[in-house]
């Protein structure tokens, strides 16, 4: 019976861990520095949205596809996910396509997307239902995600399976194989590490960089999921509104600083973000304002973009079998079912017994 150990134990790590654990010939242990609960710069997952607006191209599809069966399913019937559906309204304003904004969303804005015939009740909005600013737009029903609650509940259904959580701090991604909760060296080690993929000895991959997010919670009811291209404020910056499910708040964005490391909330770039919200969306404090806003906190995430796509393989560590699946960026929820998936089928062939000549 294979052991593996999977390293960390954001929304990726705990997707990987928990379809592993659901195959009864694994016995897997999940170790990481950061768990649910902790809310720290390197760990990214507690700070994400979280919802459901692809932006990948058709070629690169196939994560962010199957994932949305399982969201939507949780949306449906799970409650205690902490996931609901949200109507989602894209704005796009054709003076941001080149911007950094509109090249980060350009499927997003398509009128003809791939995933038109994925989520329910897309449609392209008539000029009549658009705000003076906006050139073109689309409708469709999306989720979105309370993270305070997803993430434990990841932990939860991972507990049920027989998985084992223990923490530690890794300096080197084999030395994982000597942590699994058997006290036996892991037979395989999955690393879903996101950014400390660019600082993990044995894997450090340069290519994977911070794309710092800064956003605010509110308490307000926006009574819609609204997004939009760009904004006039800089080319990193954009603006965005979802509400998160049982209670979570009401998430407004944002900035996308592709390399930019600093933890530390803009009180600036926070008041930017407040004003682009309750001026796209008056409903948010019904008409009354910035002033009106009911702010819970402040955050920053650093998303995990990897510049040449996500990772997804197998290789041998130090004579360790590694599975990598990291380096989503800002869509680490929303195609966390379909690179879960990819990721136990490569560790399905990593330990499938080699055929003897």
Known sequence: MP??????????????????????????????????????????SPWAGANYLPVSNPAGSRWEKNTWPELARLAKDVPEAGIHFQNSVILTRDKDLKATSGQWFNELLSKSPWFKDTVPDFRILPKSELPAEADSGTAFTSVCINTAVYLPYLVSQCLKTGAVFKRAVLAHISDAASLHASGNRADLVVNCTGLLASKLGGVMDKTVIPVRGQIVVVRNDPGVMLTVSGTDDGDDE?????????????????????????????????????????????ALTGGKGVEALSVIRHGVGLRPLRLDGVRLEKEIIRETSVVHNYGHGGWGYQASYGCAERAAELVDEALAPRAKL
Not at 11 to 38: C, E, F, Q, W
């Open 3 to 44: 052991n593996i150990v999977v390293v960390g134990a954001g929304v990726s790590g705990l997707t990987t861990a928990l379809l592993l654990s659901r195959n009864p010939a694994y016995k897997v242990t999940i170790v990481a520095k950061h768990m649910p609960g902790d809310y720290d710069i390197e760990y990214t």
């Open 238 to 282: 954009v603006c965005y509104i979802m509400q998160r499910a049982a209670g979570g708040g009401t998430v407004i964005g944002g900035t996308y600083q592709k390399g930019n490391w600093e933890s530390q909330v803009d009180p600036n770039q926070a008041l930017r973000i407040m004003k682009r919200a309750v001026e796209l969306c008056p």
